[in-house]
C-alpha cells in the first residue's frame, strides 16, 4: 500500500525550531518530487517546498525563504522539513506530498506561546 | 507572486452539473490540477494535467483549460461530492507552485 505518514509536529514559541519527518513506503521514493504543503486553520492550501529526486533542485514559497530547509534520505524513504524562525503564521497543519498525487495526512503545528 | 484564482463557493441541485473554474495567466503554458478536499481529510487529487483523471475518481469528474482558465466539471453532482475543490499549478517558470484559493461546493 502506497503511504506517506508524517511526524513532528507539535506545540512550539515563537522564534523556536521543529523538525517535520514523512516516511514513505510502498512505491518507490527515490523517482519521485516531493513537496511539502500546508493549511492553516480554517484556510486554504498553500504550496511551502519541494524538492527533486536527487536532491539537486530545492524550490520554497517565499514566506519561508531562509527559514525553512526541504530535504530528503532516499537510502531512509524519508522527507524532511526543518522549520527555524517559527511566526505564528506557520501554525497549520503540514502534508507530506509524493509527485502531488498521494498525501499523507498530515501534522500539525502550533506556534504560540 | 503568482495567483490562481477561484470562486469561493458554487452551488448546485443534486444531478445538476458543477463547474468550478480557475484563472492563472500561466495557465495557457502550464498544466491545471484539481483537488477535493471533504472535511477533516486530506486533499485527493482528482484531476491532473488539465484534464487526466487518476484511477478511481468516477467518470463524472472532467477538466479543461481554454486560454487563461482552467474549469473542473463535475456532471450530475451528488451530494458526496460536497467539498472544497482546489486548483494548483505553476508560475511561468515553472518552479514555484501554488494553490488557487479554493471553492466550495454545495449539492443540496
Known amino acids: 500500500e502506497v503511504q506517506l505518514v508524517e511526524s513532528g509536529g507539535g506545540l512550539v514559541q515563537p522564534g523556536g525550531s521543529l523538525r517535520l519527518s514523512c516516511a514513505a513506503s510502498g512505491f518507490s521514493f527515490s523517482s519521485y518530487w516531493m513537496s511539502w504543503v500546508r493549511q492553516a486553520p480554517g484556510k486554504g492550501l498553500e504550496w511551502v517546498a519541494n524538492i527533486k529526486q536527487d536532491g539537486s533542485e530545492k524550490y520554497y514559497v517565499d514566506s519561508v525563504k531562509g527559514r525553512f530547509t526541504i530535504s530528503r534520505d532516499n537510502a531512509k524513504n524519508s522527507l524532511y522539513l526543518q522549520m527555524n524562525s517559527l511566526r505564528a503564521e506557520d501554525t497549520a497543519v503540514y502534508y507530506c506530498a509524493s509527485n502531488m498525487d498521494v498525501w499523507g495526512k498530515g501534522t500539525t503545528v502550533t506556534v504560540s506561546s | 507572486s503568482y495567483e490562481l484564482t477561484q470562486p469561493p463557493s458554487v452551488s448546485v441541485s443534486p444531478g445538476q452539473t458543477a463547474r468550478i473554474t480557475c484563472s492563472g495567466d500561466?495557465?495557457?503554458?502550464?498544466?491545471a490540477y484539481w483537488y477535493q478536499q471533504k472535511s477533516g481529510q486530506a486533499p485527493v487529487l482528482v484531476i491532473y494535467e488539465d484534464s487526466k483523471r487518476p484511477s478511481g475518481i468516477p467518470e463524472r469528474f472532467s477538466g479543461s483549460t481554454s486560454g487563461t482558465m482552467a474549469t473542473l466539471t463535475i456532471s450530475g453532482a451528488q451530494v458526496e461530492d460536497e467539498a472544497d475543490y482546489y486548483c494548483?499549478?505553476?508560475?511561468?517558470?515553472?518552479?514555484?507552485?501554488?494553490f488557487g484559493g479554493g471553492t466550495k461546493l454545495t449539492v443540496l
Open positions: 494548483y499549478s505553476t508560475d511561468s517558470s515553472g518552479n514555484h507552485r501554488v
Open positions: 500561466a495557465l495557457p503554458k502550464k498544466y
